[in-house]
Nanobody
């Protein structure tokens, strides 16, 4: 059974940083596109960042570009999201997801597996 388990969320003041982790049991991990999405209360889920494979170019939503960094460790089967200069509007539940090759990285509908989410709350 495939599992994606996020961790690292929490409460942080505006301007602070968090590092989210997602341990995934999908195999072979290195072939999967790994993405981060988020959903704020009353809003639709939105794309945050994705990384197709080790060494490939990352993709970011405009709202997080320059502040967030996605990375992956194919040995550990883990994807990370380093979130810096956090803003109140970054408050959301953050989900990691895994998609097979060829998926549209920005579209949640094309991802095959999802984690349970981790809450990120940014206070002013």
């Amino acid at each position: 059974q495939v599992q994606l388990v996020e961790s690292g969320g929490g409460l942080v003041q505006a301007g602070g940083s968090l590092r989210l982790s997602c341990a995934a049991s999908v195999r072979p991990f290195s072939t999967y596109t790994m993405g981060w999405f988020r959903q704020a209360p009353g809003k639709e889920r939105e794309f945050v960042a994705a990384l197709k494979w080790s060494g490939g170019s990352p993709y970011y939503a405009d709202s997080v570009k320059g502040r967030f960094t996605i990375s992956r460790d194919n040995v550990k089967g883990t994807v990370y999201l380093q979130a810096n200069s956090l803003k109140v509007e970054d408050t959301a539940v953050y989900y990691c997801a895994a998609a097979q090759p060829g998926a549209r990285y920005w579209s949640g509908a094309t991802y095959d597996y999802w984690g349970q989410g981790t809450q990120v709350t940014v206070s002013s």
